[in-house]
């Protein structure tokens, strides 16, 4: 088999790839996705992420290596294994982040990738229920809607935040990020919208197009430093294809995981594993950064959460209302309201976020909620400084890689973080809560010191989700760079990565949305060269 482009992963952004590349009706184009077809009514269903992030025939469910900051334990990353990836079962939270991350990421040397310049991308990917403006898109593919519903607790929260000086911002997508509001969703009409479901299902006729499930990548075929296609392998039954040019679109565990399988990483690290070099590359892996989130819980003292609304009758009338409606509980995302906000005053821009749900889990068990009422506020670091790494351990392509987060190594992460739970605890005591609050239950209340605090959020932290960085984009000059702002890997040909291990930093938000837009932007880029 040939083909012009071999997408590897039919994720947030494979899926973009696949239709957009596929529009040239010259061009032959192979996508392959390690997992199955998106036909579970869970990965249809918002609130369903509460079981197909855990769901192994949906989810790779990583596992971090034990780290001091996690106090020793290892952390699942669930990413996605299904058509259109991580976006069939990501918490449906969309946020493109602050104008300043991308116009950082053009100072950094990659040109043309200012905020200017990637905005008209996330216009046309967007059909925003609010409309077209200067900063929205009214008529792309990705459906992008307010939340179906408002809840009473969430009205209070809203009000409480204001009195801490977090204003009401009707689009943190907009003009400016700061403030409190409900999430927006990639949903329509009560619906998750994946790429899957927006960008490949519409074009899956196309006779230039194909698209394999169950079909785990091996490794990259190279004749000297040329990439001229790809080793997979399906229900064990191997196969190989030749690609003009093969794009990496697994995610950042996955890019550069084939790459190292394949002889492109650290040449010492790889040839200890008996992986013969192609081309000797320090950046592979490396670079990774990710979002850490400490966790707050109350109870309440009255029947306004959902936690006692998922159980019995109550929970019988929300299958019934969604059912007829498209609505309640069912429709939700995986946080009701998110506030951007700065931990200091002084600063220009917000550093941090956090989201606020009129439910708990039990223990921390994310999607086992607790029997009574309770609330919950999530904080993290919207740009971690710290940096960690992702290396196979074997050269089998069938093992999960080493992942090591490294996760509150800087002062900056760590106070960061403490000045999140100690806001939290601020807001909840404002009056407006007064009649709702109840006790503190996570972290205790006596853990009032910053050493405390510090030990909570090691002691009970977890990973966002939002791994970036591992191919990261910067200019040949730039030693840990793996791909330039074409998103060619630097050093070999016929190669490029599109998906979050290109960032170079964090975006000060959820990284869904971005990715979409990377989707978006390097089809053009690949068109372009062609």
Known sequence: MSFDYVIVGAG??????????SEDPRAQVLLLEAGPEDRHPWLHIPIGYGRTFRNPTYSWQFQTEPEEATAGRSLTIPRGKVLGGSSSINGLGFTRGQ?????????????????????????????????ADEFRGGDGLMAVSYARDRWELCEVFIKAAGRHGIPYNPDPNGAKQDGINYFQMNARNGLRQ????????????????????????????????RCVGLAY???????EVRAREVILAGGSIGSPQLLELSGVGQGEHLRALGIEVVHDLRGVGENLHDHYLARSVWRVTQEVTFNERMRGLRLAQEVVKYALFRRGLLAVCAAQLCAFVRSRPELDLPDLELTITPWSFDAGKVGVLEREPGMSIVAFQLRPESRGSIHIKTADPKAHPAIRPNYLATETDRRVLIDGLRLARRIVASPELDPYRGEQIWPAPHLDTDDGLLAHAHETGASVGHLAGTCKMGPASDTNAVVGPDLKVHGIEGVRVVDASILPAMISGHTNAPVIMIGE??????????
């Open 12 to 21: 947030s952004a494979g899926c973009v790839l696949a239709a957009r590349l």
């Open 99 to 131: 104008a300043e991350d991308y116009d950082s990421w053009a100072q950094m040397g990659n040109r043309g990738w200012s905020f200017a310049e990637v905005l008209p991308y996330f216009k046309r990917m967007e059909r925003f229920e609010g409309g």
């Open 194 to 225: 994946s790429t899957a479901k927006s960008y490949l299902n519409p074009v899956r006729g196309r006779p230039n197009l194909t698209v394999e499930t169950h079909a785990e990548a091996q490794r990259l075929l190279f004749e000297g430093k």
């Open 233 to 239: 392998e399906i229900q064990g039954q191997p196969r």
């Open 521 to 530: 932007k390097a089809s053009d880029l690949i068109r372009a060269a062609a």
